[in-house]
């Protein structure tokens, strides 16, 4: 029986692919965004994964946890399954100090009155010899009132909508029982991204 010899060509060029290095600041993180949504769009999208209303407020699952691990991890699945729920709490709050402050009311009346007027005329201003556009006459009023809204109390109730709205998500977060509703395998399907 004879032998062949059998040539096989295994050469070429083998290049190491590029890594990027683990430390430091990558710019192209930023710059890579497809389109950043407007306002109206992110609230439509909001209200689309807001949880039923019932499921939310059902005391029936409101639990106390055993320890400390379990409610970190109770407060964190919460946050995530809640996540549009808690958005309307914080607007609902919001809403609420705006009805209770008559004077930021008035002020806002005003920037918004004033905004749509400007837009309505549609015609430059000259100011200190340059000519500002519609937008940037928007602009000059809403900076312009920043003090009236300061004497008005807006930052007070900025603060008291922040803190509130924190006592009130995170007392939710922590004794809801997301165990009842949810189960470890139905998680993971919610969460996935089509």
């Keep these: 029986m004879e032998e062949t010899d059998v040539h096989i060509d295994v050469s ?8 990027e290095p683990k430390s430091g600041f990558n710019m192209s993180a930023f710059t890579s965004f497809a389109r950043i949504p407007n306002m109206w769009d992110l609230l439509r999208l909001t209200r689309q994964n807001v949880r039923p209303w019932s499921e939310f407020l059902q005391t029936s699952n409101f639990k106390t946890v055993a320890n400390v691990p379990r409610l970190t991890n109770r407060i964190i699945r919460n946050l995530g399954y809640f ?28 920037v918004f009155y004033a905004c749509y007027k400007i837009k309505q005329a549609n015609a430059p201003v000259a ?6 556009n519609t937008n940037q006459q928007c602009i000059a009023v809403n900076v312009a009132s920043i003090p009236l809204l300061y004497l008005a109390g807006a ?6 909508v922040l803190g509130a709205s924190f006592f009130v998500i995170s007392l939710h977060a922590a004794f809801y029982n997301i165990d009842a509703i949810v189960t470890e ?7 996935e991204t089509v």
């Design 12 to 19: 070429g060029n083998m290049e190491p692919p590029k890594q």
């Design 155 to 160: 930052g007070a109730v900025m603060f008291w």
């Design 83 to 110: 996540q549009s729920n808690y958005l309307f709490v914080f607007l609902g709050l919001i809403v609420y100090c705006l009805l209770t402050s008559p004077l930021i009311l008035i002020v806002l009346g005003g």
């Design 185 to 191: 395998d139905t998680e993971s399907f919610l969460t």
């Design 127 to 132: 100011f200190f010899s340059r000519q500002l």
